[in-house]
Nanobody, 116 residues
Framework: EVQLQASGGGLVQAGGSLRLSCATSGFTFDDYAIGWFRQAPGKERERISCINSYDRSIKYGDSVKGRFTISTDSRKNTVCLQMNSLKPEDSALYYC?????????WGQGTLVTVSS
């Protein structure tokens, strides 16, 4: 069974950092891309980053470029998202999902709240 589980969210002050993790299981990790998405209340879901383990390609959305860093740990089948210089507008529910550009499995979200 394919599973993805995001964790690491929390409350942080503006300018602070958080590190999110996406633990995966049930498929060959290196055969798929994993993407991070977020959705704030009243806003559309936004893809903020994705990484392909097999070709090492990485993409970032303009809103997080230069502040967020995505990485993988193939030994643990995990994708991490290091978020620095957080802003109140980064507050959202963050999800990870498998696949690129078509995402077929989604994990439960982890909530990030950035206070001003």
């Amino acid at each position: 069974e394919v599973q993805l589980q995001a964790s690491g969210g929390g409350l942080v002050q503006a300018g602070g950092s958080l590190r999110l993790s996406c633990a995966t299981s049930g498929f060959t990790f290196d055969d798929y891309a994993i993407g991070w998405f977020r959705q704030a209340p009243g806003k559309e879901r936004e893809r903020i980053s994705c990484i392909n383990s097999y070709d090492r390609s990485i993409k970032y959305g303009d809103s997080v470029k230069g502040r967020f860093t995505i990485s993988t740990d193939s030994r643990k089948n995990t994708v991490c998202l290091q978020m620095n210089s957080l802003k109140p507008e980064d507050s959202a529910l963050y999800y990870c999902a498998r696949g690129d550009p078509m995402y077929d499995y989604w994990g439960q979200g982890t909530l990030v709240t950035v206070s001003s």
